[in-house]
């Protein structure tokens, strides 16, 4: 593996409170997930990011933290997290965590001494002004769920500014005290060990907030800081960061200095997200062919973290209003399906009818793309939503391992679980959950630990140069190719459901024995690549040459 081990890497990003619950008070834990770092090493997966971890009211899941020096007792204790850590490096698995710091808890004691005077010394570490801005009911995160970005604290006798939800109070990252003390969390975290962090919401923390400008300056050079710190601590540590904002500006976020990224190492590529999305609904590759084209040059150094799912909405407001309406007519046709007007809380195998070719298709497509894949937890066992949950709760219920009450999650009364386990419908925890797709070779979860394995086999993918092969292709066909030191790898996907045959024989000069690697089932021999057969859904991962020559 090269140095720059994130570019390599399958994240697998899982909250502890739903992973697997070691002591029966119905909460995942910390001691639950140790237990299960052999399953995430036979998955393949190189690099946890475990969402947060941090003291919590939980009133938006932990995104709203208390105290950042520690772990919340629901999940543990500072001592088993370093046993996490121990024992996720004896294999060869990495930890970043979420770093969420562009607001605390309402409930956090700086907020609680900010608004008890304004004299406190922590009053300045959040954003207050004296008269209701004319801006707040301005740029919601969470339209509907939250009608202002600033609200009158009675005891403050001032307003405040939240980004998202009114108790979680924005941090003032004017003040070099803030600034410094998020640089101490992170040194603290990679002193226990971790080898990263999942910077949530970015474009909200570099925010230079002007009540009244709801188009507020940016201070990129806070990113510069940040990268330097944590880089001075720990060399090999990665800035994974949710940045949802159009590709144009996401350069910036990345940074470049001499040709080399200076900035976030990493950006979860929400664009082509939206794209994906777009494409499996029309049965179209055209919208992954646009992202790949669109796609700004990185600097060297620079990756993009690609998924299909993760723990929030599936997010389409970077697609057009019709485009949307028809990844929605597809993959959301209730009502309650949505959120925010913008999104679907549903799970991917529920979205594509369960369908096991159509969910194959989609994550041998993303996986092949170019980039570091992120996978949430239970997306592997093809695990559904249950709608009757709120909001984002509906895709956070607890992972199914078996079928033992609970889906072997826990053994506290159902009652006392941290979120009810799916336990009807095709997605109930007796139709999949982990024990039967363990035993059974055919299974969504062997197939996943195949198509990883041949993925860690193909570094070119997260290292090399992805293009569009562009040849003439039968409809819904995407052929691609991934460029690297070690060699040349193509891949043909058919997002439609016709059986098509496919001419790649313009890569046939460059070919050395050309093999599939991974296939959705046993085709004729490669041959000289001018008539590859393809099935409806069908995918092809084919080693085009290697070079030993690295
Ligand atoms: C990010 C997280 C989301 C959270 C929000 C506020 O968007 O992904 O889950 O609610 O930030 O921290």
């Given at each position: 593996m090269g140095d720059r081990w994130y570019q390599e890497a399958v994240v697998y990003c899982l909250d502890i409170d739903t992973f697997e619950d070691s002591d029966g008070d119905g909460v995942g834990d910390i001691r639950g997930l140790i237990g299960r770092l052999d399953y995430l090493a036979r998955l393949g997966v190189t690099c946890i990011w475990l969402n947060p971890i941090h003291p919590s009211p939980n009133k938006d899941d932990g995104y709203d933290a208390t105290d950042f020096y520690n772990v919340d007792p629901r999940l543990g204790t500072l001592g088993d997290f370093a046993e996490l850590l121990h024992q996720a490096g004896n294999r060869g698995i990495r930890v970043i965590i979420d770093l969420v710091v562009n607001h605390t808890s309402d409930q956090h004691p700086w907020f609680q001494s900010a608004r008890s005077s304004p004299d406190s010394p922590y009053r300045d570490w959040y954003v207050w002004v004296e008269e209701a801005p004319p801006d707040r009911h301005q740029g919601m995160v969470f339209p509907g769920e939250q009608n202002e970005t600033w609200s009158y604290d009675r005891t403050a006798k001032a307003w405040y500014y939240h980004r998202f939800y009114k108790f979680q109070p924005d941090l003032n990252f004017s003040n070099r005290k803030v600034r410094d003390e998020i640089k101490k969390i992170t040194s603290f975290w990679l002193q226990l060990g971790v080898s990263g962090f999942r910077i949530d919401a970015a474009p909200f923390i570099i925010e230079l907030t002007e009540p009244g400008n709801p188009d507020s300056p940016k201070d990129f050079e806070f990113l510069t800081e940040l990268r330097q710190h944590v880089q001075w601590r720990r060399a090999d540590a990665v800035l994974l960061a949710e940045a949802n904002v159009e590709p144009d500006q996401l350069p910036v976020y990345f940074g470049d200095s001499g040709g080399s990224a200076n900035r976030l190492h990493m950006l979860f590529d929400f664009m082509l997200n939206g794209r994906l999305m777009l494409a499996?609904?029309?049965?179209?590759?055209?919208?992954?062919?646009?992202?790949?084209?669109?796609?700004?040059?990185?600097?060297?150094?620079?990756?993009?973290?690609?998924?299909?799912?993760?723990?929030?909405?599936?997010?389409?407001?970077?697609?057009?209003?019709?485009?949307?309406?028809?990844?929605?007519?597809?993959?959301?046709?209730d009502e309650n399906m949505h959120l925010y007007g913008r999104g679907i809380r549903r799970r991917l195998a529920s979205m594509l009818g369960n369908d096991?070719?159509?969910?194959?298709?989609?994550?041998?497509?993303?996986?092949?793309?170019?980039?570091?894949p992120v996978l949430r937890y239970g997306e592997e066992i093809g695990m559904g939503e249950d709608l009757s949950l709120r909001g984002r709760e509906a895709i956070r219920t607890p992972m199914q391992w078996s079928y033992k009450e609970n889906a072997g999650f826990s053994s506290a009364p159902a009652e006392k679980l941290v979120r009810p386990v799916i336990d009807k419908g095709d997605f109930g925890y007796e139709k999949v959950n982990v024990t039967a797709q363990r035993r059974d070779p055919r299974s969504l979860l062997a197939w996943f630990e195949r198509m990883i394995r041949t993925l860690r086999e193909a570094p070119?993918?997260?290292?090399?140069?992805?293009?569009?092969?562009?040849?003439?292709?039968?409809?819904?066909?995407?052929?691609?190719?991934?460029?690297g030191p070690t060699g040349t790898m193509a891949f043909l996907h058919n997002l439609g459901t016709e059986d098509v045959e496919v001419d790649l024989s313009t890569l046939q000069p460059e070919a050395d024995l050309p093999i599939d690697v991974l296939t959705d089932r046993n085709y004729p021999e490669v041959g000289k690549l001018d008539s590859l057969k393809l099935a409806g859904y069908g995918y092809r991962w084919i080693r085009v040459c290697r070079s030993t020559d690295v």
């Open positions: 499996l609904a029309r049965q179209d590759p055209e919208p992954v062919i646009d992202a790949l084209r669109d796609t700004p040059r990185l600097p060297a150094g620079a990756q993009w973290a690609t998924f299909l799912r993760n723990h929030d909405e599936i997010d389409l407001s970077r697609l057009t209003a019709e485009q949307r309406n028809e990844v929605f007519a597809q993959f959301g046709p096991r070719r159509h969910i194959e298709l989609a994550y041998a497509l993303q996986f092949s793309l170019r980039g570091t070119e993918i997260g290292s090399g140069t992805t293009s569009h092969i562009d040849v003439p292709m039968p409809p819904g066909v995407l052929a691609h190719r991934a460029d």
